[in-house]
């Protein structure tokens, strides 16, 4: 029985490994369009995502099948709650991915805007905290998982200004209004697939260290703003 349980644990993991190779492959391809202004790599991403969903089904069916006929508890339990989640943030940086290739057909021409932006550097960012949190899961590192967690205030950093610059760009040239609203949704996109970085790599730190970290800055704010005044039930 635990032969066979080991098994079907390995089989999950490579498969949310290849599912994650899958959305690295997207997410490189469409951020490499809008840096180069290629729209042909655009090309296939939709159809491709469909495989993409395909896994998050198969995944899904997995997990769901472990915890019926293994009842798993402490650490197996936390890598099958661990992989629900990450299946899920994976398959949603996928659709992401579609959704920024769809704007980069239409803003993508207006190259000069788009450097000037420094949508690019948020992109390659944000890319490059998926490539990390599914490292982190692959090697069990919770210190990139760390590293990855810590970024995401840069992207929101990245995307405030960005927002802030295509304003002022819409008010002063009414023609770059279509180009600079395709980017702002763009942005939000982007700051998204960072967000979705940062839950798979919580969830890294909950599987390894059994630690419940999501939302903790926040909840930090709202502990210190009501100063236990209210409580959480």
Not at 58 to 64: F, K, R, S, V
Not at 125 to 133: E, F, I, N, R, Y
Request: include cysteine; glycine fraction near 2%; aromatic fraction near 4%.
């Amino acid at each position: 029985m635990k032969e066979h349980f080991q098994e079907e644990i390995e089989e999950l993991k490579n498969n949310l490994v290849k599912m994650a190779s899958l959305v690295d492959e997207q997410v490189d391809k469409v951020i490499t369009a809008l840096e180069t202004g290629n729209i042909e790599l655009c090309k296939g991403v939709k159809s491709k995502d469909l495989e993409i969903d395909a896994y998050d089904n198969l995944i899904t069916t997995q997990c769901e099948n472990v915890l019926a006929l293994f009842q798993p508890v402490a650490v197996d339990l936390r890598l099958v709650m661990s992989v629900i989640m990450i299946n899920n943030n994976l398959e949603r940086c996928g659709d992401i991915a579609v959704n920024i290739s769809q704007r980069v057909k239409k803003a993508g021409s207006e190259r000069s805007l788009v450097v000037e932006s420094q949508i690019i550097d948020m992109a390659r960012t944000a890319q490059s905290m998926l490539k990390d949190a599914i490292d982190s899961f692959i090697k069990n590192d919770t210190e990139l998982a760390s590293k990855v967690i810590s970024s995401d205030e840069k992207v929101d950093n990245l995307n405030k200004q960005i927002f802030n610059f295509l304003v002022s760009k819409m008010q002063s040239n009414q023609e770059l209004i279509e180009a600079c609203t395709h980017l702002v949704v763009m942005s939000r996109h982007i700051e998204r697939m960072a967000d979705h970085a940062t839950n798979i790599a919580e969830n890294l730190v909950f599987y390894v260290e059994a630690k419940i970290i999501a939302h903790k800055k926040k909840l930090e704010r709202y502990k210190d703003t009501n100063d236990g005044k209210d409580k959480i039930v």
